[in-house]
């Protein structure tokens, strides 16, 4: 099967381009930089300069494969609304009918639980359906339009697949790893409440292969999403020790009230959009929901329509970080 | 109040037509909804009333299915036809399943609801009259089952009485047809009627309408208020409110009288299956109500709703009860199959009536046997070690002062079947009145303070004594607390205090009274058969409200018996009855019993000096004891004198009973009577004695298995009971009760089997019991078919002929007791999981609301629970699920050594052990300073309620108490 893999030089697509890479498929690869992995082809090109050269470097990238794995998009907690639009739902939209017109038979969406979260905790519930008006932040709310835009386009001969993989972390991890493992070192990182909220990660390996899984499933089970997890929820206070712990730098141990957390987030998300593109907040409300309330989920269905099941457990995850922390020194 | 023409004090109601209901009522579906005109039976130029009811046939119709028959339902006052709605989807979506179709019509009363307004008074016999006028408009054909609630059961059951060739069946929710002459009506139905109120309570205000409303447990949410509101908007609207309030017959002169005692007669004449389905919170319709037709219709099925009140209807699913009970009445399985659901199946019809014969079937002896039989011996039966001089009492006295005590109490009119409730302390004086009670037939009901005095009140109350025989304190908590039945007192007291008390009678006065009777040559009344009641006893309730378990004479028997088969307890075994339930039994075993001295509130307090001296009393050879008690024996052993020591050695089997206790406690005590084999039971207030094993037996189960073997506890009251030892020492609860009730008890080994599932291992099963699984399926509901497969989990099924008769006035709890269950035979579930050994031992591994379902497969707590307890930073563990079924987290909870101050998270290292101990995903491990225990034994811990408190920590909430 050839394969395109949008977004490849972030931390999940470089995983996800590997593993459908290594199972033998032709994979080739579609973002601004470098995948920075052997034995595909990366073609460079950004998803939303469509102006100039319609399509140009996309429609080359897509032409001939037989499957699209979607991941580009712009993840950050704040920023330019504007920005998220163009990006996930612009973007989404133009890979999409790009993928159509060049004859791609099956196309994987890489989504957020976030899409279907309306702030309260989830304890064990399976994929809902993502709501735009629920969302909350700007991610979430575009992430939630563009999958119902990919799953709108499904159809026999163009099969949709919605994955949604919850806090996907590793070795080489900068978006929520390193974050935490810095804010730890410089003893910034508190704890949301009291830390015990159960929260479901997905170890990157794992991740990727449901992916792929997904792509594999497609024939079978498109036009529906499914939420990826490690299947492990553990308190939230345990997570950011095991990967504190990994890093060999001291947990968190100061609390913040897991309320006044969200208001503080709500302020600083509504500064930060006035002033985009300096650096990401300390604090939004989206995080602090994320990280004070519980958010596991249902994986039975995914497991038996993927035909998948994670194979690297929590506490071996922890270990490979750890390895990974110890071969940096 | 007896004023015949009471509408008269209400403003003359105003009349309107008919209409439909506005759409959107919470729960209504419009598609219900239907006029019909009626012409009036009887009346003068041609009368018309226009009906609104709900009716589900067009519903049933578009699904193509053919109604089995009609539910025929009538609300009371002041509610309407919505009252029924979850009936009718129930059925409807019953129906669309594939189950039987049942044709549910729901009417509005006449003046009431979105009915007419007659602007007429419409006494009881009219509108009796006026549901058989709308049946006929609406040419009902049987099979009919009528449903009412409130005045509507009144009016349906008149319907019934007059539709013998339709009626299949009767329903009724709270409901009354009789007010005794005599006795008060209900406070607030007086209120309303006082002069100067009832017109503004129920018509110009809608006080009434709201008062009712608020009777809801839990309240009920706005939505629904606004549908019983939406026909009684204005004060118009509301005359039938004030009618149908007015024509309570409250006196004997009450125009609706004459027809309350005509439809009140007809009922006794009913024989269709009956079922009566009640909310004991209700001010207006007592639990009296529910005796009086429990009496008229004695073939009637009950259940009480612990915890629901008069809107039943909106306080418990009435509807799935009712629609599983049709069920069972129209494919003739199980319950409707036996008009009496009481009988039992070992007792043959032939065990009824004559005493001797019926006993020869039954294999065993009347309770009161060997009190005739040593009549006239001096040897000793009963021994109190009172701390003045120890009372000794001889089977001559104790068979002479039963017999008083029955004539007294028959004199008193104490009547077969009536019941006594027991709040005396383990005595002679409670085994003279107890052998005298069910010597006549009278049924005595046994719940100990272990419930907690609101439990208890719950128990006593819903258990409904005609007659309570206490020493002071229980007699106080029933003045206190207003329990019902008349009082007598074990003890004398003065004039002022028995009168506060109510005492009616004093033990003595009963004695003189009776022997004054047997004097001038009555008899005692016929003996009562092997199928009789004979008893109530009552569950723990750690797991819910307390339960009433209805034992029969001949059942009864079968404890005893078992007790003689499993330990030798026979004529002329001298027992020391440390354990009140099964030592209560040494005189129907012919066994001298003696009751060592010890404060039975405060069972610990038992020293080993005084059971030396209470076995050297009577060369006691057999000693049960419960585990608080052995707790202190062993803790007081080094005061023992070498005559003690010789007296002990006497001692053949020792038994604990009542609660947990570890396997060291378990070897301390058996040290001190070295001759001595050590048991402990396992069973429940529904099956006492269901299986035994030795220390022995303990020792070789823990041997079977790998890990090292830490003693654990085990099951009581069918609730398994985590671990009572703290390392390294045991610790046995402080306030384990003596059990001045029930009991079974054990004590067991912790030990995993062979078996991955783990467990508790509580022996082989004893001799007349048999015990098979039913196996949990995917979603852990225990579906399979009983079996003696080993190795496998699932429920533990219990056959005795010494198992419940069944459960007081809890249908719905009986049939789910008995599901299952071979034809013929009388098995009972005991919400216990486990599985049975290649060598036939059981092995327990928690409740079933216990087991944790999830993705992976069923995981039972036990076998967690003693993996994480062998790790030396922890005292106890609680091991529950959180999450939906199908998918739950497995979550521990534990106590820790030392232990903790405060509430928290394990430390990592704490949390990765524990993980490494379970073997299995843990997602979450809480530290608690002490985990929630029962009252009775402080050791079973109710998991489901740690559950639900686990819940709301990992789900983000904050730490409350669990």
């Known amino acids: ?329 | 109040m007896t004023d015949t023409r009471t509408s008269r004090r209400l403003s003359r109601t105003v009349s309107a037509p008919a209409a439909l209901p506005p759409v959107g009522l919470a729960g209504l579906d419009p598609e219900w909804s239907q006029l019909v005109e009626v012409a009036e039976s009887n009346s003068t130029g041609e009368l018309r009333h226009g009906w609104h009811l709900l009716d589900n046939g067009p519903q049933l119709d578009a699904l193509g299915v053919i109604a089995v028959g009609t539910i025929l339902c009538v609300h009371g006052n002041p509610t309407w036809s919505y009252l029924w709605r979850s009936l009718l989807s129930s059925a409807t979506d019953a129906a669309a399943s594939g189950a039987p179709a049942w044709r549910v019509i729901a009417v509005d009363q006449l003046d009431m609801g979105f009915s007419e307004r007659t602007g007429g008074f419409r006494p009881l016999a009219r509108r009796v009259q006026d549901l058989g006028d709308l049946t006929d408009a609406l040419d009902l054909a049987g099979p009919v089952i009528t449903l009412g609630h409130d005045w509507g059961g009144v009016v349906s059951l008149g319907w019934a009485v007059d539709h013998p060739e339709l009626l299949a069946g009767v329903m009724l929710l709270n409901t009354a047809v009789h007010q005794c002459a005599g006795v008060p009506i209900p406070a607030p139905l007086r209120l309303a009627l006082g002069r100067g109120i009832l017109g503004p309570a129920t018509v110009a205000t809608p006080a009434f309408l709201a008062t009712t409303l608020a009777l809801a447990h839990p309240s009920l949410s706005n939505e629904v208020k606004r549908g019983y509101r939406a026909p009684y908007l204005t004060s118009a609207r509301r005359g039938g409110i004030g009618g149908f309030v007015a024509d309570i017959p409250v006196a004997l002169s009450h125009e609706s009288r004459p027809e309350l005692d005509r439809i009140a007669e007809g009922a006794r004449a009913l024989t269709v299956p009956t079922l009566l389905l009640w909310g004991p919170r209700d001010p207006i319709f007592s639990d009296r109500y529910l005796d009086d037709l429990v009496e008229r219709m004695p073939h009637a099925q009950v259940h009480r709703f612990e915890g629901a009140g008069h809107l039943l209807a909106e306080d418990a699913d009435y509807a799935a009860a009712a629609l599983l009970w049709l069920g069972d009445a129209v494919s003739g399985s199980e319950a409707a199959s036996s008009a009496a659901p009481l009988s039992l199946v070992e007792l043959a019809e032939t065990a009824r009536g004559g005493s001797q014969a019926a006993w020869e079937v039954a294999g065993t002896h009347p309770l009161w046997y060997y009190l005739d039989e040593l009549q006239c011996s001096d040897e000793i039966a009963l021994v109190d070690m009172q701390p003045a001089a120890p009372r000794t009492v001889s089977w001559r006295l104790l068979s002479r002062r039963v017999r008083q005590i029955a004539a007294g109490l028959v004199f008193i009119g104490v009547k077969p079947g009536d019941r006594v409730s027991l709040l005396v302390p383990p005595s002679a004086d409670l085994t003279a009145v107890l052998y005298a009670c069910v010597r006549i037939g009278a049924i005595v009901v046994v719940a100990d303070a272990g419930l907690g005095l609101p439990g208890l009140t719950r128990a006593v109350r819903g258990a409904r004594p005609d007659c309570v025989i206490g020493a002071a304190p229980g007699l106080m908590a029933a003045r206190a607390l207003g329990w019902p039945g008349r009082k007598i007192s074990t003890a004398r007291f003065p004039a002022p205090m028995a009168a506060l008390l109510s005492i009616e009678h004093t033990l003595a006065e009963l004695t003189r009274l009776g022997q004054a009777r047997l004097d001038a040559g009555d008899a005692l009344p016929t003996e009562p058969a092997p199928t009789d009641a004979a008893a109530v006893l009552f569950t723990s309730g750690s797991t819910g409200p307390a339960k009433g378990v209805v034992y029969t004479h001949g059942q009864l028997s079968a404890v005893s018996n078992a007790l003689f088969l499993q330990y030798g307890v026979g004529v002329g075994t001298g027992l020391v009855a440390g354990f009140a339930p099964f030592a209560l039994l040494g005189p129907a075993l012919g066994a001298r019993s003696v009751t060592p001295d010890m404060d039975v509130t405060a069972p610990k307090t038992l020293t080993a000096t005084a059971v030396a001296a209470a076995v050297a009393a009577i060369d006691a050879t057999v000693v049960f004891l419960s585990p608080a008690a052995l707790v202190n024996v062993v803790a007081t052993a080094g005061a023992l004198t070498p005559t003690d020591h010789a007296a002990l050695a006497g001692v053949q089997r020792f038994l604990s009973a009542g609660a947990p206790i570890s396997e060291s406690l378990l070897t301390q005590a058996a040290a001190l009577m070295p001759q001595a084999t050590a048991h402990t039971p396992y069973g429940m207030t529904e099956g006492l004695l269901m299986a035994d094993i030795t220390l022995e037996g303990i020792r070789a189960a823990a041997a079977s298995v790998s890990m090292p073997c830490r003693t654990d506890a085990a099951a009581h009251d069918g609730e398994l009971a985590p671990s009572a030892a703290s390392k390294p020492e045991t610790v046995v609860p402080a306030s384990s009760t003596s059990g001045d009730g029930e009991t079974a008890p054990i004590a067991m080994p912790t030990a995993t089997t062979v078996n991955p599932a783990g467990g508790v291992c509580v022996g082989a099963s004893t001799q007349t019991t048999r015990i098979r699984i039913s196996a949990l399926d995917a979603s852990g509901a225990s579906v399979g078919e009983l079996s003696e497969q080993p190795d496998v989990t699932g429920e533990i099924v219990v056959s005795a002929p010494h198992v419940k008769d069944h459960y007081d006035r809890l249908w719905l709890t009986e049939r789910a007791s008995r599901r299952g269950a071979v034809p013929g035979e009388r098995w009972h579930r005991t919400g216990d999981v486990g599985h049975l050994d290649s060598a036939g031992r059981l092995w327990v591994e928690g409740r079933m609301p216990h087991v944790i379902v999830t993705a992976d497969g069923v995981v039972t707590p036990v076998g967690p629970e003693q993996r994480i307890e062998t790790l030396p930073d922890v005292a106890r563990a609680a091991f529950i699920g959180v999450g939906p079924v199908g998918t739950q987290q497995q979550v521990a909870v534990i106590e820790t050594v030392p232990p903790a101050s405060r509430m928290h998270r394990a430390s990592v290292s704490l949390a990765a052990a524990v993980r490494s101990a379970v073997g299995s995903p843990v997602a979450a491990v809480l530290v608690v300073p002490g985990l929630p225990t029962d009252i009775r034994h402080n050791s079973k811990i109710d998991r489901s309620r740690l559950s639900r408190w686990a819940t709301g920590i990992l789900s983000g909430g904050r730490w409350v108490k669990p």
């Not at chain 1, 996907?168 to 810095?182: A, F, K, M, S, Y």
């Not at chain 1, 804010?183 to 910034?188: I, K, L, P, T």
């Not at chain 1, 949301?192 to 292969?209: E, F, K, M, Q, R």
């Open chain 1, 1 to 329: 099967m050839k394969v395109l893999v949008t977004g490849a030089s972030g931390f999940l697509g470089r995983a996800v381009a590997a593993s459908i890479s290594a199972a033998g498929h032709e994979v080739r690869t579609f973002q601004r930089r470098s995948s920075g992995l052997t034995g595909v082809e990366d073609v460079h090109g950004s998803i939303t300069t469509v102006a100039d050269t319609p399509y140009a470097g996309l429609a080359y990238a897509v032409s001939g494969m037989d499957a699209v794995v979607h991941l580009a998009a712009k993840v950050s907690l704040t920023g330019d609304p504007a920005e998220f639009e163009a990006v996930n739902v612009g973007g989404t939209h133009t890979v999409v009918q790009a993928a159509q017109q060049a004859g791609v038979s099956r196309f994987v969406y890489v989504s957020s639980p976030s899409v279907a979260h309306a702030g309260s905790s989830i304890m064990g519930s399976d994929a809902l359906p993502a709501s735009p008006k629920h969302a909350r932040g700007d991610y979430a709310r575009t992430k939630a339009r563009a999958e119902l835009l990919a799953l709108a386009a499904d159809a026999p001969k163009f099969r949709v697949v919605a994955v949604r993989p919850h806090l996907v972390w590793g070795p080489g991890d900068t978006q929520l790893v390193e974050r935490i493992v810095d804010r730890a070192r410089s003893g910034r990182l508190p704890l949301l409440g009291h830390g015990a909220a159960l929260i479901d990660t997905t170890y990157v390996d794992n991740a990727a292969s449901a992916i792929h899984a997904a792509l594999d499933a497609a024939a079978s089970v498109h036009g529906q999403s499914y939420v990826i997890t490690n299947g492990e929820p553990r308190p939230v206070a345990d997570i950011l020790a095991g990967i504190c712990g990994a890093a060999n730098v001291a947990a968190p141990t100061w609390r913040v009230p897991a309320s006044a957390a969200r208001g503080v987030g709500s302020l600083i998300e509504a500064i930060w959009r006035r002033r985009p593109g300096v650096d990401e907040p300390p604090m939004t409300r989206f995080l602090a929901e994320q990280l004070s309330t519980a958010h596991w989920f249902d994986q039975r269905r995914t497991r038996a329509d993927l035909g998948w099941t994670p194979a690297v457990s929590l506490d071996e995850g922890f270990e490979r970080l750890a390895a990974h922390y110890r071969a940096r020194l």
